[in-house]
């Protein structure tokens, strides 16, 4: 399994600031996503890599941008937070064999409040 | 294309009930299915999966999940809830060739003592 370690966890910030929520996994996974989950929601992806350089939109349009220089660290960044942006953001990667199917892991979620 | 439907976005069982969550697929090549379950203010937990293997599968905390290709089901059962029990469910489908995982919209389960 693997680990996924994002920070910060929660996070209070003022509109127009920048943020990025940091994201990071040590199983050598080449997949990695992001996705965004409001209160009691369903989960949208918003942008996912399939390794390095690589880096594509998900299935809900974001204003956050995300880069993919090493495998194992995959950021997200807001230029300019808005009160629009608050939500959880949940950061996963795969291992993308035959037998796995792609099994997707996440880590434990960076808690988004802008005011 | 794919997509996921689970059925009921809300289930409430007593304590020692059947545990019963229900999910339909519908995908143009041959799935892989999971179940997550999310806990209050965690990540998704794997419970369980599907990969062409055997139809039933066996997942952590006792839950388990059949896969029915004629019924494009893979619904979710535990035989006696627990109260720790109580989260968040999604059912998600991969396949094709971007692998890309969709998610259901969750079922919430809760357990009455």
């Known amino acids: 399994e693997a680990d996924i370690y994002q920070t910060p966890r929660y996070l209070v910030i003022g509109t127009g600031k920048k943020i990025t929520l940091e994201c990071s996994q040590t199983?050598?996974?080449?997949?990695m996503y992001w996705y965004q989950q409001d209160p009691g929601m369903e989960l949208h992806l918003i942008h996912y890599?399939?390794?390095?350089?690589?880096?594509e939109k998900g299935d809900l349009s974001s204003e956050s941008t995300v880069s993919r220089i090493r495998t194992e660290h995959f950021p997200l960044t807001l230029e300019s937070a808005r009160p629009s942006h608050t939500s959880q953001y949940l950061c996963?990667?795969?291992?993308?064999?035959?037998?796995?199917?792609?099994?997707?892991?996440f880590g434990e979620g960076s808690w988004l409040t802008v005011v | 294309a794919q997509s996921v439907t689970q059925l009921g976005s809300h289930v409430s069982v007593s304590e020692g009930a059947l545990v019963l969550l229900r999910c339909n697929y519908s995908?143009?090549?041959?799935?892989?299915l999971f179940w997550y379950v999310q806990y209050p203010n965690q990540g998704l937990q794997l419970l369980l999966k599907?990969?062409?293997?055997?139809?039933l599968v066996k997942g952590i905390n006792g839950f388990e999940a059949e896969f029915k290709k004629s019924e494009t089901s893979f619904h979710l059962t535990k035989p006696s809830a627990h109260m720790s029990d109580a989260a968040e469910y999604f059912c998600?489908?991969?396949?094709?060739?971007?692998?890309?995982?969709?998610f259901g919209k969750g079922t919430l389960l809760t357990v009455n003592p």
């Open positions: 995908s143009s090549v041959p799935p892989y």
């Open positions: 599907y990969t062409s293997a055997a139809t």
């Open positions: 996963a990667s795969s291992e993308d064999t035959f037998y796995s199917g792609n099994t997707i892991y």
């Open positions: 998600a489908v991969s396949g094709g060739s971007n692998y890309k995982l969709t």
């Open positions: 890599s399939y390794g390095v350089n690589s880096t």
């Open positions: 199983m050598g996974h080449d997949k």
